[in-house]
């Protein structure tokens, strides 16, 4: 008899807007419904109810004693090198018998890219000439300068033979720079027609932030074009990605980059977080939660 397939259990950010909250659930549900044939679950690591380890406990109420789970994250920062790993170990502990394996972020996978260039298209409109767009591609931004460094690959990769004059970075939070100056280089490089395009999967707090930011750049610099992208969303390729990141993690076929990640390798002014270990990230409607969210623990704790 051959064994049921294990469980998908999707892992998510969190928000404060709950429009961004209800498009991840949504999604969850959406992805339940493509693939009837296995329980399918999410929850979030702060923020956003439901917290991750309801999503586990009630897979494991459905008779779920085997899952993969996949990060629905862009970009390997903390949450998904540190804390999910810590989550997920700690969900063993509590329900003993389990077992899982654990996929990797989406990163810059090239179904994604096609996304944000329609999105590009729809907000540039009918115009066939991209050769003095330039593209500001602005992401959540990190402590980790390995995620940081993982944006500017997406932003290459974008550029890369699409005919933009160019493709710059920034960041709404935590990292330099900021979608202002981020605004400004554009400027000074010569831009003519600026389309900022917020690197998220969803709406939220941040995404929000962006195209406010954006507006009041524009506002104060009349001379240059400027418009906004909206986010990735829900969109078939997004759902086909998350579907192929499951059926790596249940092969065993990870291919997760370590290679510059600033809990292996001594970066400069990031040496102290070599090696650190891992603490669970405990979700605010989580039993236990006892901790701010004010910084990010170290370790390494996901899969090689």
């Known amino acids: 008899m051959t064994p049921s397939p294990p469980a998908l259990l999707i892992a998510g950010h969190g928000t404060r807007d709950e429009a961004g909250a209800e498009a991840f659930r949504a999604f969850v549900r959406e992805l339940g419904n493509r693939h009837p044939e296995l329980p399918v679950a999410g ?3 702060e923020l956003s109810p439901p917290p991750l380890g309801d999503a586990v406990a009630g897979l494991v109420e ?6 993969a789970a996949v990060p629905l994250m862009l970009v390997s920062a903390g ?7 810590a989550a997920l170990a700690r969900e063993k502990e509590r329900h003993p018998g389990i077992t899982y394996t654990y996929g990797r972020p989406l990163g810059p996978h090239p ?11 729809e907000a540039l409109g009918s115009a066939d ?3 003095d ?6 992401g959540r931004g990190s402590t980790d300068p390995d995620a940081n460094a993982e944006v500017h690959k997406a932003a290459r990769l974008l550029w890369e033979g699409r005919g933009y004059a160019g493709v710059e970075t920034a960041f709404v939070s935590l990292a330099a720079p900021d979608v202002p100056a981020g605004l400004d280089r554009c400027a000074r490089l010569g831009a003519r027609r600026i389309v900022v395009l917020p690197y998220f999967l969803f709406t939220g707090i941040l995404p929000d932030r962006v195209r406010r930011q954006t507006q009041e750049w524009a506002a104060a610099h009349p001379e240059t074009e400027v418009r906004s992208a909206d986010v ?3 969109e078939p390729e997004l759902l086909d990605l998350v579907w192929e990141r499951y059926e790596e993690a249940v092969r065993g076929d990870l291919r997760m980059n370590c290679d510059s990640c600033v809990y292996r390798i001594a970066l400069p002014g990031f040496e102290d977080k070599v090696g650190l270990p891992q603490q669970p990230h405990f979700h605010p409607d989580d039993d236990g939660h006892h901790h701010g969210h004010g910084h990010h623990h170290g370790g390494h704790a996901h899969a090689h």
């Open 43 to 45: 929850g979030f690591i």
């Open 62 to 67: 459905r008779g779920v004693r085997r899952f």
């Open 79 to 85: 949450h998904a090198k540190g804390d999910i790993p």
């Open 111 to 121: 179904s994604l890219l096609r996304v944000l260039v329609r999105g590009l298209d």
């Open 129 to 131: 000439d991209r050769a």
């Open 133 to 138: 767009v330039t593209v500001l591609l602005v």
């Open 232 to 234: 990735i969303g829900p």
